[in-house]
């Protein structure tokens, strides 16, 4: 269904050595039978990662303000998308939910540094750069640049930015090549069986459906005979079995463990990582005949982006620039590949595992996996353009669990923006501004901490965005706390933790609507002040909704962060300890009322009433009939 948004305020815009860690977990005695603690202290802990750097912003995001000498460090990833095709929602999903946790980890003040990239090399894209009828290096040029601009309009604040194609990068596979190699696990063979190009991997022919078909691409794999190097996969199955038994919380959510566990169990075979069919890829160190499987220099991706371009392209510099990562998020279809082939590749070469792989579930369009090579995807940039970045990624993290797949529906996107973005939250921002502007010359008439003495409102959003880290570990998981949104945020259920916060605003609305400040300023007197203390209270939840869903929706909370009489600037240098009320004080002067969020308007309704689309989209900019400031 075509629709229309009626204003465009949005788009603003894991041993070193295994001992190692498993002697820190062990001391710690967290080998809890409860994995959401485990979960927690493994994404909190910065005992695994020694010597980052301070996060420098390649990209959008730039910390100028933040100390970050004594802070804990966060290095966290996305997979480092292929460019055989121009991204799509699919992958577009991926980097959104990185960039709203590393921007929770910023609020906690943490030295951030999130990873993206492409991965470019390999059969895949020199076929589609050849059906292009480009170089492969142009083509990758070109996509690449695709994902560049698409994180821009989606407002992802990554730190570093690695393609697979970059000489640093280049070096550093071929030394961790080297020192593999050196370790006794790379042989030469023969290798004969079914390849699935799209997923650039040998398939198991029991896998396979009719026509030896790929279950997820649904096209026939091909047979190929090749003499490659293999890397001693093998060898490595028993420290795979002891590490996951030990530290069951490597692979989350926990559900996806088993499966994991399934496929050690039933053996591992050595897989082949050179081919010699393929031109476009790293050439294997003395021999240039064959060039590195796109896997296994993918991967290395994750640690040749610490690097600086000027420093010194080696292991050791990158390793002690931020690895071990602390969250590596993936799609459940890599999951082997990150949580089996990855794990025994860093193993192999005496480097620190990551602590953490997330595998989330897939964007469906029918039940199938929405793709680039199922040709059913769903275009980010339109959605983007046609309902900004903060819908978009509201709606992806709100609605789908993170961890299961979710269907797309374009009604069912328009009425949850509509209900939660511009109704509860917009609405309420404004017709309160009204309020003030009318009876109070938009000025707070007292501090917030002094207005909510006592009152309900106050203690009911203090539950939603506390967090009192007390050293008893039953106080985070005892019941009757409800320290909801800084806890989901922590255990990465984003869904739950957009919830907590739309709490606080339904409860703003419950209560300006009990309280009807609009009828007691009529009546003037104590009934007044009673109304312009209301104001602040509401405000001032406003204000920590701003705060508290920043990491999903950053454009929109700044705006609501500038109507409440603040900076940009402020805005930038908040944490989540600003989330304790009382940041409002008596005297501060609030913007004029200016809805921060438009209501997405079907086209059919717009029709009805009477025009037409060229209109629309010149009303995009236009206060929307549908956010009425002042009275309820
Ligand atoms: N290049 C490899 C990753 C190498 S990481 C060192 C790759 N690239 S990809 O472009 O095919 O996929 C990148 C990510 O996008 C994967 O995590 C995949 O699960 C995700 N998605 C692609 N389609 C998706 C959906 N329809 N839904 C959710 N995520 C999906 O694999």
Request: proline share 3%; aromatic share 10%.
């Amino acid at each position: 269904m075509a629709c229309r948004v009626q204003h465009s305020m949005q788009n603003s815009l894991w041993f070193l050595s295994s001992s190692r860690f498993y002697s820190t977990i062990q001391s710690q005695n967290v080998r809890s039978k409860n994995p959401k603690y485990f979960c927690k202290k493994l994404l909190s802990s910065s005992s695994f990662s020694k010597g980052v750097r301070h996060c420098s912003a390649t990209a959008s995001y730039t910390d100028a303000n933040i100390n970050h000498s004594n802070a804990e460090s966060f290095v966290l990833t996305t997979p480092l998308y292929y460019v055989n095709a121009p991204p799509h929602m699919g992958s577009a999903y991926t980097t959104i939910a990185a960039d709203a946790i590393a921007r929770f980890q910023r609020l906690l003040r943490k030295k951030v540094i999130f990873i993206t990239g492409t991965d470019e090399h390999g059969e895949k894209i020199a076929g589609a750069a050849a059906a292009n009828g480009s170089s492969p290096r142009e083509h990758c040029d070109s996509v690449s640049q695709a994902y560049k601009l698409l994180w821009r309009d989606l407002d992802i604040a990554y730190d570093k930015f690695i393609r697979t194609t970059d000489s640093k990068h280049e070096a550093l596979v071929k030394e961790f090549y080297s020192k593999v190699l050196a370790n006794g696990d790379i042989y030469r063979a023969d290798y004969e069986g079914l390849y699935c190009v799209n997923c650039e991997e040998y398939k198991d022919e029991k896998e396979l459906l009719e026509n030896n078909c790929c279950p997820m691409h649904l096209k026939p794999c091909v047979r190929r005979k090749e003499d490659n190097y293999f890397f001693a996969l093998s060898k490595y199955q028993k420290r795979l079995e002891d590490t996951l038994t030990e530290n069951p919380d490597f692979v989350q959510p926990s559900f996806r463990l088993n499966e994991v566990q399934g496929w050690i169990k039933s053996g591992l075979r050595d897989f082949s990582i050179s081919r010699a069919s393929v031109d476009w890829g790293i050439a294997v160190p003395n021999d240039d005949k064959q060039t590195i499987y796109v896997w296994f220099d993918a991967l290395l991706g994750y640690i040749s982006a610490l690097l600086d371009d000027k420093e010194k392209p080696n292991l050791q510099t990158a390793i002690s620039s931020g690895w071990p990562a602390s969250l590596h998020l993936i799609g459940k279809d890599i999951l082997r590949f990150h949580a089996v082939y990855w794990p025994a590749m860093l193993m192999s070469a005496g480097l620190s595992l990551p602590k953490m792989v997330f595998g989330h579930g897939f964007l469906t369009k029918d039940g199938l996996k929405m793709g680039k090579s199922l040709g059913n995807t769903l275009e980010p940039t339109d959605l983007v353009h046609r309902f900004g970045s903060d819908a978009v990624r509201y709606f992806f993290l709100k609605e789908v669990e993170f961890g299961s797949d979710g269907d797309y529906s374009e009604d069912r996107f328009i009425n949850i923006i509509n209900a939660h973005l511009a109704n509860t939250i917009g609405n309420l921002l404004n017709r309160t501004l009204g309020l003030l502007k009318k009876n109070c010359q938009s000025t707070l008439a007292t501090d917030s901490a002094i207005a909510a003495e006592g009152n309900a409102l106050k203690d009911t959003v203090e539950k939603l965005v506390k967090f009192a880290y007390e050293k008893s570990h039953s106080s985070l998981l005892g019941k009757g706390h409800a320290e909801k949104a800084r806890k989901h945020y922590e255990n990465l259920e984003l869904s739950s933790a957009c919830e907590a916060v739309l709490e606080i605003g339904n409860a703003g609305n419950v209560y300006i609507d009990g309280q009807a400040p609009w009828s007691l300023f009529k009546q003037g007197g104590s009934a007044f002040e009673t109304a312009a203390k209301d104001l602040v209270i509401v405000l001032e939840a406003l204000r920590i909704i701003a705060i508290a869903l920043s990491p999903i929706t950053p454009s929109l909370c700044l705006r609501i962060y500038t109507q409440l009489g603040y900076s940009e600037d402020q805005f930038n240098a908040v944490t989540w300890n600003d989330t304790k009320w009382g940041g409002l004080k008596c005297g501060q002067v609030m913007a004029q009322p200016n809805p921060v969020f438009g209501r997405i308007e079907l086209e059919t309704e717009a029709k009805n009433a009477g025009d037409s689309t060229n209109k629309a989209s010149k009303k995009m900019n236009k206060t929307p009939k549908t956010q009425k400031a002042v009275e309820a």
